[in-house]
């Protein structure tokens, strides 16, 4: 207990509420990360009194101007080092049918106890000179912790119909923390499931960020699973659910597969946005799904529906709609292609032509197909991984010679209509392809020089006469400053 209270803030407090004889505790996930060593950033003080008059106090004996004050809540917030020190005065709550906000009124510290939702996040700790550092645990929150036990306070029923969002809570801890729920608190959630529905998008997605951000982050989605929140709130993902069987085969079933998936990147990253591409990458297997006799168990198109699909999932789980979502969008629609590499003898330019298309994100595309072998052969599990580091290598000497991966067109569309004295038009479109795939499939070395004489003739096939030089075009670009120095050819 004693390094948990080994934050100078905590005596600033106790000094405090010895002069204005008040009490002050520290109290909620703050407690429970101390007593499980793991580091938080939060910290909540509660106070018998008024938290914003107390953090008022604080700030000014820290010569501190800055102070986030939120009346409608009665909280303050100060920032000390890389601490977040929140400040709010006891309360008791009472909540009616249709909304998760509580009408407040003053309390004790036990009121204040009862509104928490697990007895692990209940625990307090005096700052108060006469038992400064005591436990103040009325639910017996540090043996839960002991067994790792995911458990109201009060009963169930009405905590999670009070607040629903403390169902997705519990599941976020639970997995998270690697804990357990209580049985009779697991058999309420299912009960209580569907007051879900007066919970904002945003606070649910906040929940399953964290879920999909937790060490294993399979064991909270099986959880939302049995429990049928997920049905509700990410039935895309309950679809994966199931194995067929026609003509005497079985396909697996992809959401555990799936969940397989996440695991294993979660292994290797906390990229919130790479797990994700791990949740996503096989949601439309169930729309693509097909017995083909003779062929088995298909799912033609499953990457290119599932890229379809991303957005109205983003949206309605109220996850950014921009750069997340189209790098999301990206490793879905790629992601069978370096399996489609692996296997075959493959080319240059079909090499090349996949670091053209992830570009800044092969290397995120090549960690999702390695996490998608799911196989239970180590044998075949091995051989998978030796084929994906080829290809890594092969990309790896392209790169070095080609620079594919950050794309420039060596002449530019600007340029190509300058050269043939052209306005914008077709075929300037297809100019700047036909460079592009020359260079992709190798024909010619990406830079300037050679790009030029290709285009040069490709003028002339289209009809096209040049009005400028290459040199005129390189005076031309050294001056605007896009072009430093003419590239030199490589041997
Ligand atoms: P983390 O910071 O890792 O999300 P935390 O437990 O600190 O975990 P916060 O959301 O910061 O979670 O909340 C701080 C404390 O406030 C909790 O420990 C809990 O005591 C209480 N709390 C938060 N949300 C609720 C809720 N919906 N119902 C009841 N108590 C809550
Ligand atoms: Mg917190």
């Not at 080092?81 to 009472?94: M, T, Y």
């Not at 550092?133 to 458990?151: A, C, M, Q, S, Y």
């Not at 999301?328 to 079909?350: F, G």
């Amino acid at each position: 207990m004693e390094n948990c209270l080994n934050v100078p803030v905590f005596e600033i407090i106790s000094d405090i509420a010895a002069e204005k004889n008040l009490k002050a505790f520290v109290i909620g996930g703050f407690v429970r990360d101390c007593l499980l060593r793991r580091n938080s950033k939060d910290i909540d003080i509660v106070v018998l009194g008024s938290g914003i008059d107390f953090a008022e106090k604080v700030a000014r004996r820290l010569g501190r101007k800055k102070l986030s004050i939120f009346k409608n809540f009665g909280t303050a917030m100060l920032k000390t080092g890389d601490l977040e020190v929140e400040f709010v005065g006891a309360r008791k709550e009472s909540y009616n049918r249709n909304s998760r906000k509580p009408v407040v009124e003053d309390g004790s510290l036990e009121d204040d106890q009862n509104r928490r939702d697990f007895t692990i996040n209940a625990m307090a700790i005096s700052l108060n000179k006469e038992d400064y550092g005591r436990l103040v645990d009325p639910f017996n929150g540090i043996t839960d912790l002991e067994k790792k036990i995911i458990r109201t306070p009060l009963d169930p029923s009405t905590t999670f119909s009070d607040d629903p969002l403390r169902m997705m809570r519990a599941i976020r801890f639970a997995s998270q923390l690697n804990f357990r729920i209580d049985d009779v608190c697991f058999a309420s959630i299912r009960e209580n499931k569907e007051r879900l529905k007066i919970v904002s998008a945003e606070r649910i997605t906040d929940e399953l960020n964290k879920i999909v951000l937790s060490p294993k982050p399979s064991a909270g989605f099986i959880m939302m699973e049995t429990t049928g929140i997920l049905q509700l709130i990410f039935p895309e993902f309950q679809a994966l659910k199931g194995v067929d069987e026609e003509g005497g085969q079985k396909h697996k079933d992809n959401f555990y597969h799936t969940l397989k998936v996440l695991d294993n990147i979660s292994l290797v990253t906390d990229s919130l946005w790479l797990r994700w591409a791990a949740v996503l990458h096989d949601i439309a297997k169930p729309l693509t799904k097909k017995y083909e006799p003779g062929l088995g168990w298909t799912f033609h198109g499953h990457e290119f529906l599932g890229y379809k699909m991303v957005p109205s999932i983003f949206r309605r789980l109220k996850l950014p709609l921009h750069e997340s979502m189209h790098y999301v969008q990206k490793l879905v629609l790629l992601h069978l292609r370096p399996i489609v590499l692996s296997q075959e003898i493959v080319t240059d330019s079909a090499i090349r032509r996949l670091l053209f298309d992830a570009g800044e994100d092969i290397d995120d595309l090549m960690t999702l197909c390695e996490a998608d072998i799911t196989s239970k052969n180590p044998q075949t599990v091995k051989k998978h991984l030796a084929n994906f580091k080829k290809v890594r290598e092969k990309m790896a000497e392209l790169e070095a010679r080609d620079s594919i991966r950050n794309f420039q067109p060596p002449i530019s569309g600007d340029n190509i209509q300058l050269v043939f004295n052209i306005p914008p038009c077709r075929e300037i479109g297809t100019i700047k392809n036909f460079l592009k795939d020359a260079i992709l499939d190798g024909i010619i070395p990406n830079n300037f020089d050679a790009a030029w004489e290709h285009m040069i003739e490709k003028g002339k096939e289209l009809g096209l006469t040049p009005h400028l030089s290459k040199e005129d075009i390189l005076r031309i670009e050294n001056q605007n400053g896009t072009i430093e120095s003419p590239s030199p050819s490589k041997p």
